[in-house]
């Protein structure tokens, strides 16, 4: 299956299984997936501590470890139920960016995702091409004295074309949300994400959004500024919506 590019294909090695971009990266290797395989890698989440910058020869790379969170994970911890390989969290979310990408959106490129089964359980990991010179929407807004700074407009038209295709992000917040140096948006970690029949869900995207800067930033999103800023990216949501299904 050929995506703008990306040529997804899967190689089964005894209890491990590989899907991977055949284009980008023929030949994947099972050690490029555990951490310690990279003596220089830099840890780019400091909470679960599972998501690691590498270089790879084709560039620089996100390796990220599935992990849990919450109470389960102090019994689980990486392992997760196995219902089917396509029902694997990291072949799930690397079909859903190959998808995405091929519809022209601005998310993470996959390059390899791995599913080590073991039993009734499996742990898993994906490699993603790294957003260079990015930093988070919140990280941008805590250093905004004015918010209207920021382009809402073109958050809210991202996030409205994005919604119309049929793509849900599980858990956007801002963190979520990237801004390179050339001031292009993206939209990262797509797990759990999903292309569900059209309804109400798109509010409740931007209601996590919306609850993420709250807890984020407190206070400060009831400031005149980030209020007008809001309802910007709620106006330009709308209006993207309709321009991608109108076919603009």
Known sequence: MIEQGIAAQMVVEGDRIVIHDGLRVPSPRMEWFDADHWPRRELLDRGRGATFGV????????????????????????????????????????????????????????????VHREGSFYTGALLMERIPGAETLSARLARLRDWRDFDWEALGRLLGRTHALGFRHADLNAHNVLID????????????????????????????????LRKLHGARVEATDARESWQSLLRAHERGSAMEVAGG
Do not use: H, Q
């Open 55 to 114: 270089r790879l020869e084709i560039g620089e790379a996100v390796l990220r470890r599935y992990r849990r969170g919450g109470l389960v994970a102090r019994l689980l911890a990486d392992r997760y139920v196995w219902t089917g390989i396509e029902r694997a969290r990291p072949v799930a979310e690397f079909r859903l960016l190959a998808a995405a990408v091929a519809a022209g959106l601005p998310v993470p490129r996959p390059l390899a995702a791995l």
């Open 181 to 212: 140096g050339g001031e292009s948006l993206w939209l990262i970690d797509w797990d759990r994400g999903s292309r569900p029949a059209p309804g109400s869900w798109p509010a409740r995207v931007l209601e996590r959004l919306a609850r993420s």
